[in-house]
């Protein structure tokens, strides 16, 4: 099993729509959850820290499930510029060290 | 503000040519130092990890390797290059453990390296 699974789409969507990714894990030690942004051909971007009560940043929401190990997002509102590829970030801190495991990540394409 | 910094951003080598990119980071101390690649259409891949001048690990077997001569300057070369090298490398910090400042892991902008 994948230390960090997510459905690798695509995700094809009308814009406006509301979609909504999972992200399971493996390593039941893990402590910080994130959400990264990759556009096409440049480095990813943090999006968002995920925690188990649950945050929102605008039309963003992300929620941890610690019991059965998963994250999601789900992004209300769906804008041509939501467009990307969506990576789920896991990360465990080990002897000072920070294990930090991506997922292979979520494309989403947005549809006029 | 901490920032990052990645260089060259696109590079073609050929094949059994050596390689160096070079990443620094300013505005923190003592910070842990990541190698990852990309190859088109796969995930991240972490290749090396730092959590100190000189602390290299490897993370895969390859013909590919680290080192952190200064705090903030992490390298990547390698001898010979092959054309399974090519891809797209990002150099990342994240703050230590120990400094309480959080967990993000925060990207230069990565290299294009195509091996011919």
């Known amino acids: 099993r994948k230390e960090v699974e997510q459905d690798p789409g695509p995700f094809n969507v009308p814009e406006g729509a509301t979609v909504a990714f999972n992200c399971t894990y493996s390593?039941?030690?893990?402590?910080?959850f994130f959400w990264y942004r990759q556009d096409c051909r440049k480095e990813p971007k943090l999006l968002m820290s995920?925690?188990?009560s649950g945050n929102e940043d605008g039309r963003f929401t992300a929620q941890l499930n610690r019991a059965s190990q998963y994250i999601s997002l789900l992004i209300r509102d769906s804008k041509l510029s939501d467009s990307a590829t969506y990576l789920c970030?896991?990360?465990?801190?080990?002897?000072?060290?920070?294990?930090?495991?991506f997922g292979t990540g979520t494309k989403l394409q947005v549809i006029p | 503000s901490q920032t990052i910094h990645q260089w060259p951003a696109t590079l073609v080598q050929p094949v059994g040519s050596p390689l160096s990119l070079e990443c620094t980071v300013e505005?923190?101390?003592?910070?842990?130092l990541y190698w990852y690649r990309q190859a088109a259409g796969r995930g991240l891949q972490l290749l090396f990890y730092s959590v100190g001048i000189g602390q290299i690990s490897s993370e895969v077997p390859q013909n590919l390797s680290a080192s952190r001569p200064q705090d903030r300057q992490f390298i990547l070369s390698s001898k010979k290059l092959l054309l399974s090298d090519s891809g797209f490398y990002l150099c990342?910090?994240?703050?230590?453990?120990?400094?309480?400042?959080?967990?993000?892991?925060?990207f230069g902008e990565g290299s294009w390296l195509t091996v011919v």
């Open positions: 390593n039941s030690a893990s402590q910080s």
């Open positions: 505005g923190t101390s003592n910070p842990n």
């Open positions: 995920v925690y188990s």
């Open positions: 970030v896991v990360i465990l801190n080990s002897g000072g060290y920070q294990k930090v495991t």
């Open positions: 990342a910090w994240s703050h230590h453990p120990g400094q309480g400042a959080g967990n993000t892991i925060y």
